[in-house]
């Protein structure tokens, strides 16, 4: 210990200081760009994602099996009374689907009849989910599935039942899907039968808002939630969920789509929709020959 | 500072592979679910669990880069979290230094004020920049849950992957060293 000890130290601790001076410059530079220019580095984040995930994600997809196996295990004793409710239900929905194969049918052949063109089909890719939102203050959830596969921004995700959440942010093979119960998630709906328009707002919980009703007394619980198809993100009369009335005697959404169980979804590919540009020219009487020439 | 156990740069190899398992765990697709239970700041326990025990084995420039890295694969405003976290390990690495023989209880209080001052400050932030800020309930979840899984962190790390404070002889100690 002498003085040029005590130099190299007094020299080390100038070196760190610098060192976090400057971090802090870059780090704070950062947060101001994230915070000026929000696209360009959801951009990048989004790149980041699809460069890093998949290749972590490989040795916890293991967890993921076990976990899941685990939770498996631990439905087995519900097993024997769900099987047995669920042939009650199946003797019930069996009448139901001679009903509706009938009814569907009847309506095939009334749009016949009518002339009715249907809307094209939607096509979908079916994708895993791969990782988890990670922060306990978003729902989202991360693809496997990305822009080589057809994936775009803003496309519907559904799982086998309703609609799970919207695609926000795509890279070349992942995407991120912001869940309806998300705090950001917005989604225009149609309430069947009162057909009353509304937007289901996620407010992380289980059960999102139903909010901007015009009467709400109109409404029962139980009725029928699908999106509207405003705004031409999604298409129309996708499932939802039911309207269900909150502890707090707010109208809520209990969604369809199974959310503790979501291992796949489906993205609906849009159909590139034709546009109609601007409104229709003046239509004018038909002219013809005769009354041109009595004009004149 | 007298190394003690492994070299430093195979600890701070050690501690890159711990936080990539850190950054990994909370993106595991368990819970999509909102009633799914809270995933703890492992990232933060481990990171400051480690400076106090090794501070010479994760410089800044190893911190920065991870919670960076973090930032942008959990979703958070990137550069805010990372920059806070620099501040709390260079507090408590002057903190730990010098006394390394006081109780764990000391270090685990010390830990949860300091996620506490933490988190308040990143709430702060985000209100002033009028960004989309995690609601109250949900930050003190977190630091609840984070500080109750400090002393597995600790544990893990001390006898799993042997990090642990260097046993100085007191006579050294004594001797004035950094």
Redesign the interface.
Known sequence: MGIADGQTIRMWRTVRRILLVGASTVLIAVFVLWRIDNPRVEALRMTLIDRVVPNIAWPLDSVTVISRRLQDLQTLDELYEENRELREELQRMKGWREAALQLEEKNARLRALNNVRLSPRVGFITGEVIADAGSPFRQSGLLNVGLIDGVQDGSATVDGLGLVGRVSGVGERTSRVILLTDVHSRVPALLQPSGQRALVTGDNTNAPLLEFLENPQTLRPGDRVVTSGDGGLFPADILVGTVAAGPDGRLRVRLAADYRRIDFVRVLRRAPGERIEGPGALISPPRNLETAGRAE | MIPSGAPAAFMACLYLCAA?LM?????????????AP??PDLLFALTVAWVQRRPDTVP??LI?PVF??AD?????????W??II??TT?FLRLQASGQQDRPFFVEWVMVAATLAGALVLFLLVLKL?L??H??VP?LV??WAVTVAVYPIIVFLLAYLLRVRAPQTPSSVRL??T?
């Open positions: 990539t950054i990994g765990v909370p993106l595991l697709p368990l819970g999509l679910s909102p009633a809270l995933t800044i420039f920065l960076l890295l942008f694969l959990l979703g958070r405003p990137p550069g805010l990372t920059l620099l501040f260079e920049a960004a989309p995690p609601t949900t979840e977190l001797g004035g950094l």
